[in-house]
């Protein structure tokens, strides 16, 4: 599968706000404009089971049962993205997760509403990106550039 990737992955999730906002297809022409492929994408809805799931290591924050709902309230995109330090790169075109304090031009300074409402995910580790892509993908999902080219 994506084994051999570790490093040049991460997995990003357009939110239900920026969908709903439709938000969707500049957030990814930004995304390839900085260097990023796309290997995998799908709209798809996360129920309240599945959300829980994938966001349980915060289980015991006071904003999970927000999170959950929030999730689980629409259309989401989910994506495999490559490049070089793809997650490091990633994080910095993302901005912040708060909007207020993400740098003008990134994606949560142009899309996101609140602290909630933030339009995009980005993976925080190259651990947890090779973990959240599997949780959204199966390996007839992903189409990795070398095996494209």
């Known amino acids: 599968m994506i ?4 490093g040049k992955i991460t997995l990003s999730i357009i939110k239900p706000d920026a969908v709903k906002k439709g938000h969707s297809i500049s957030i990814l022409s930004k ?13 798809t809805e ?15 924050k006071s904003f999970f049962e927000s ?9 989401i995109i989910s994506i495999i ?9 990633f994080r910095i075109l993302i901005g912040n997760t708060n909007p207020i304090d993400a740098e003008k031009g990134t994606i949560r300074n142009l899309y996101a509403t609140s602290l909630e409402k933030n339009a995009i995910h980005g993976s925080d580790s190259n651990q947890n990106a090779f973990k959240e892509c599997q949780f959204f993908f199966s390996s007839r999902e992903i189409f990795l ?3 494209i080219l």
Do not use: C, Q, T, W
């Open 81 to 89: 993205l490559e490049k070089e330090n793809a997650v490091r790169d």
């Open 31 to 43: 995304i390839v404009h900085a260097g990023f492929h796309i290997v995998a994408l799908k709209m």
């Open 145 to 147: 550039i070398e095996d």
């Open 67 to 75: 999170l959950v709902e929030f999730m689980s309230s629409g259309p």
């Open 46 to 60: 996360l129920s309240k089971k599945s959300a829980i799931k994938f966001y349980k290591e915060h289980k015991e």
């Open 3 to 6: 084994y051999h990737m570790f």
